[in-house]
């Protein structure tokens, strides 16, 4: 109830289910935005200092994903992780995902095959992890 949780969702139908949700289980502490990522991210991250956690589940595209993601690294920290769907969903996907384990500030990665998780820890050094199950 303390954390300060915004989500983008451009398919107005998801997002009318999800307000619906939010509404009928009394969740107070989540604003909707019902546009797309590349037209609000920016003003969204405006009113944050640091991000904490973030879930990358948008535009499905190397040049997309790695904008998004450029653009989130402004506010990182220390404790903060960075989660990004579908990385084998594509070679597009793939291509961004080999970017994004390869930038210098991302220390740890873990590829769950369809999730990717990315921390950024100063004490850590650099590992990439891939977890089959």
């Known amino acids: 109830s303390r954390a300060k949780v915004i989500t983008i969702e451009a398919n107005g139908e998801l ?3 999800a307000d619906g949700i939010f509404d009928m289980t009394g969740i107070k502490n989540i604003r909707l935005v ?3 990522f590349k037209n609000v991210l920016p003003k969204v991250l405006e009113d944050f200092d640091k ?3 973030v879930l990358f ?3 499905h595209r190397r040049s997309s994903t790695l904008q998004y993601f450029e653009i989130c690294l402004s ?3 220390n404790d903060t992780i960075f989660v990004f769907d579908d990385i084998h969903w594509s070679e597009d996907m793939e291509d961004a995902w080999e970017a994004i384990i390869a930038h210098p500030r991302v220390t740890v990665s ?3 095959f369809r999730l990717g998780v990315v921390f950024f820890r100063n ?3 650099k590992q990439h992890y891939i977890i089959r199950y």
Do not use: P
């Open 15 to 17: 997002c009318s289910i």
């Open 34 to 36: 019902n546009d797309q």
């Open 51 to 53: 991000l904490d956690f």
């Open 57 to 59: 589940d948008g535009d």
């Open 75 to 77: 506010r990182i920290h």
């Open 110 to 112: 873990i590829d769950l």
């Open 123 to 125: 004490e850590c050094s």
